[in-house]
């Protein structure tokens, strides 16, 4: 199959050609656009943004403005300590007997606070005073206070500390995370730290349900925006109501996420049997599922994750949610068909539990390696595991082995299949590759690595 590619050369963006053109209308467009996107890649994971929004002729759009917020520490926070931050990704050495030097590493483990007290299979003592709309709230804005953490922890002890984890949930189903940390910091450190780590959401206030689902505001075309099903008033605006949080000098953050007082760090040798019990541990969460962490086999626990996905439906996860509307004010550019309670980001699954995005976390320089040498290690592991010897990189000239030759597209070639037929042939290849690699894994069938020595720090509340 030869390229598809067709054309003279890389068309300029369509933004900076409206740009120049002051046909701000398309920038408004295209800039909304951009930021849906922007909105699923946060929802993945990934950070950074792909690019800044492109200003406007009017000074009072409401786009243009920047919300400050101070930057002030919470008084009820402890103080962190701060050190420059040295370029170096590695901690101290230690010298042992005879003169060897060790280098030893970390394993860490981080939970969220209690809602209330459980039984052993994690389920609530008492569900009507267990604080659900807290827990699921605290689930949605977890990745986000890992980030701060690591952030704070490079900052106090004065280097670039670098780590690879996982995150998962607790038999009471709340996000906990477990990760190894390259070199060593005292424990005392990484709890202060822990301790006097949060994350504010400075949101418009959430506590209570405005509307049901099943009678939510609707669009209404006529005043461009969703208005009251009873009176037809038009809901306040996301900006408007930011607006109001910003003019209350005593306004509060819509919520705030901190860790739980259980942290455990372990010290790890290279070479020992703690530290390929860490590896596997976090690695055997690589092709897991948030719902393939957790079983739920009786009454009670059925229960208590239904009573927990029903206030995570509800929830809202960013600032172009559906489920504002159930709190009566609309979502960053609304527009039709936006249904509350049916979001469809990962966070309000069954199956994910307020999980979303990646579940495997690491940092940019913890395996020194670039994104080709990550390529070219796992194209190796797939033939060691395949039993493949000669790929299309590897071939000889001239080998039957090599599967396509690539030449580029006319639009006149005769030989070219339609867009659609292509596509379709792309997905049965991939999974057909993705088959065998199932097979081969079966037919492989690699122990499940135990961690029963580290569930220590997996306890519940009692």
Known sequence: MGGSWVGGGDPEPAGPVAARASQWDQVADLDEAIGELEAQITTEGLRGRPAPPHATEDPEDSDSKRRVRSTKRRQDAPDLPRLPVENRTIGRTFEGHGGQVFRPSMFLTFTLDSYGRVHSDGTPVDPDTYDYRRAAWDAVHFPRLLDRFWQNLR????????????VEPQRRLAPHAHFAMRGTIPRALVRQVAAATYHQ??????????????RAPQWDPTAG?????????????????LDL??????????????????????????GTKDADRCVGYITKYLTKQAADCHQVTTGRQRAHLERLWAELRHTPCSERCANWLLYG?????????????????????????????????????????????HRADRREWVKALLGVTTDATTAPAGSDTVR??????????PDVPPLGHRVLRAISERIQWRAQLDAARRAADPPDVSATSLDAHDKEER
């Open 201 to 214: 959401v400075w949101w418009p206030p959430a506590t209570k349900l405005i509307y049901k689902p099943g």
């Open 329 to 373: 004010i609309q979502p960053k550019k609304a527009r039709p068909g936006l249904k509350p309670g049916n979001c469809k980001n990962k966070v309000h699954k069954r199956e994910t539990l307020g999980i979303g995005g990646r579940r495997v976390l690491i940092s940019r320089q913890w395996s020194g390696k670039t994104l080709a040498d």
């Open 155 to 166: 900052r106090a002890v004065g280097w670039n500390v670098q780590y690879a984890g996982a």
């Open 404 to 413: 396509h030759a690539w030449e580029l597209a006319k639009p006149t070639d």
């Open 245 to 270: 949080v910003d003019a209350d000098p005593d306004a509060q953050p819509a919520h705030v996420v901190r860790f739980g007082s259980q942290v455990d760090a372990k010290g790890v040798l290279a």
């Open 225 to 241: 925006g969703y208005t009251d099903p009873t009176t037809g008033r038009l809901l306040p605006s996301w900006d408007d109501a």
